[in-house]
Nanobody, 125 residues
Framework: QVQLRESGGGVVQAGGSLRLSCVTSGMAFSNYAMGWFRRAPGKEREVVATISWSGQGTFYADSAKGRFTISRDTAKNTVYLQMNNLKPEDTANYYC??????????????????WGQGTQVTVSS
């Protein structure tokens, strides 16, 4: 059974940093790309960043470029999202996700089959 468990969210002031973690189990972690998404109040869920199965390829939403870094640790079956210079508009519930297919790195929500429960990030001004 595939399980994704996020942690690391919290309340931070604008300009601060957080590192989100997503520990996975029940899957061959090294075979799959992974993604981070977020849903802000009243908005649709959107992609934040994705990383290829090897870690060599990454994709960032425009809102994340230059501030967020996605990475993965195969030994720990974990994917991370380092978020720096946080802004109030980054306030959202953040989810990690795994695609349905081995090797693919979709940037759309529809390409992902497994989701964590989410971790809340609140950035105060």
């Amino acid at each position: 059974q595939v399980q994704l468990r996020e942690s690391g969210g919290g309340v931070v002031q604008a300009g601060g940093s957080l590192r989100l973690s997503c520990v996975t189990s029940g899957m061959a972690f090294s075979n799959y790309a992974m993604g981070w998404f977020r849903r802000a109040p009243g908005k649709e869920r959107e992609v934040v960043a994705t990383i290829s199965w090897s870690g060599q390829g990454t994709f960032y939403a425009d809102s994340a470029k230059g501030r967020f870094t996605i990475s993965r640790d195969t030994a720990k079956n974990t994917v991370y999202l380092q978020m720096n210079n946080l802004k109030p508009e980054d306030t959202a519930n953040y989810y990690c996700a795994r695609p349905a297919s081995i090797g693919k790195m979709p940037s759309e929500e529809s390409g992902y089959a497994y989701w964590g429960q989410g971790t809340q990030v609140t950035v105060s001004s």
